[in-house]
């Protein structure tokens, strides 16, 4: 069926016992040695690193997104699979899918067993992620999970330690995987890939600051002044915080900082109902809302749309596009997305 790179990075699907936890250490490989090959398939390994996820950073993803795009420059390459840990597989497949303009599938994967656990489900997930990448097409890049398929844009980690670890609380997963088949459902309409960023010496800051009863401007300030570039606002209910909130978001745009606003809930979008601090008082100090996508998806358009220029208005307008509002919603079910 197809000629599938897998691009090994580590997580729990490569973890050991350490003595006292586990953590990654195990090559491509070794973790390749545990899945049944889906028949017709041939694999090749790229050992990227082996890290947990928690320990990433913007370097190490901009590494694998650059590894992404020099895999399939191989035009006899028919897809990608990326073993990850799963504390942020979410960020990482929403950054390569932001870039990603090929046809051509790249798959996330992980665990939430270690390597070697006699009912682990890191073999059958990469089973199934490297069936995903060597017999669909044209829906982007996508975390295949527990017998699921899900759209990189929107999809996060909705289980600490359940097997059925992923989910967009927003919208229909993609498609399912069973009797050796991928069975495509329907697909997103995704925003125009943006450019390949190139890797910076030092990349900009982009932090995370969560609204709550009784937060004040401290953390957003203090953002500012460790030279954060982009900030992203976790704010309650429909995005809403206070007026004294709003005022520091004023004060941040005005001085050229990205603010992206997303919300503490689980599902739904961002929305413009309230004042007083709410989301109409953010939204005109400058604040972008992000629609359904949660904050750790959210820092990942501010940190491309940074990468993208400097200058403040452009950032604004890659940070929308990277955003989806053009797509927002918007579905189809082509007969093309039939399997291959």
Known sequence: MGRIVVISTGGTIASRWQGSGFAADANGGEVMATAPLPEGVSVEIVDLFSVNSPRLTTHHQLTLLRTVHEVLADPGVDGIVVTHGTDTIEESAFLV???????????????????????????????????????TRGLGVVIAFDGKVHPARGTVKTQTLAPDAFADPSGARLGNIGFGRVSVLRRTLRPAALPLPAVPETAPRVDMIMHHCDADALLLDAALDAGAQGVVLVATGAGNATPEIAEAVAAAT?????????????????????????????????AVPTGTLRAGQARIAVLSALLATTDPRERDRVLRHALGEAAAGAEARPADLARV
């Open 97 to 135: 899918d932001l870039h990603h303009d090929d046809p051509r599938p790249v798959v996330f994967t992980g665990a939430q067993l270690p390597l070697g656990a006699t009912d682990g489900d890191g073999p059958g997930n990469l089973h199934d992620a490297l069936l995903t990448a060597a017999t």
């Open 254 to 286: 005005s001085r050229g900082v990205l603010v992206a606003l997303t919300t503490r809930v689980q599902a739904g979008p961002v929305t413009e109902i309230y004042t007083h601090g709410g989301a109409v008082d953010l939204v005109a100090a400058g």
